[in-house]
């Protein structure tokens, strides 16, 4: 099933980054699986469980990230008129200025306020303008926002 995933240039690049470094890593892992199952018997053998465990999980690793750089479209914001995927956007919620940017859903991370455009604030916050409030509806409450900036 062909589908599209949505990135800004550094989320691509980020994730582009991590998939070629992990292939890289593998053979290691590969050398590693080797020497332990030549330590004896595999039923008791520790090392030999730690590195297929470790083998597994990056090759189910590699095959998502395989699978994102393949589906990947990078967007690249084109104005600053309204919001739109890799915009940089001010905000103030009536008691201070929060800067937010807006990025795809598998670059994401609101400790470092990205949001995904899919997330309820990313979703809300879409082609609105400068000037433009928007209330959004979260686990915790109403938030209301007034959009103060947008930069690209």
């Known amino acids: 099933m ?6 800004t240039e550094v989320g691509f690049t980020k994730i582009k980054k991590e998939f070629d470094d992990l292939s890289a890593k593998r053979h290691t ?9 030549d330590m004896g018997d595999r039923s008791e053998n520790a090392a030999y ?15 998502f990230l395989k699978r994102l750089v393949e589906n ?10 309204y919001i739109e995927i890799g ?19 598998y670059e994401a ?9 899919k997330s309820p604030v990313g979703r809300a916050l879409l082609r ?5 409030s928007v209330q959004i509806l979260i686990p915790t409450g109403i938030i ?3 959009i103060l900036e947008i930069n690209v």
């Open 128 to 132: 609105k303008k400068v000037g433009d």
């Open 109 to 117: 991370d609101p400790m470092t306020k990205k949001l995904s455009y």
């Open 72 to 81: 990947a479209q990078v967007v690249k914001p084109t104005q600053s008129l």
């Open 144 to 146: 209301e926002y007034k």
């Open 2 to 7: 062909q589908f599209t995933v949505l990135f």
């Open 29 to 37: 892992f590969v050398e590693e699986l080797s020497r332990a199952r």
């Open 49 to 63: 469980k730690a590195a297929r465990r470790r083998l597994s999980s990056t090759d189910n690793r590699l095959r």
């Open 87 to 105: 915009s940089v956007v001010k905000v103030n919620n009536g008691s201070e200025d929060i800067v937010f940017y807006i990025v795809g859903e």
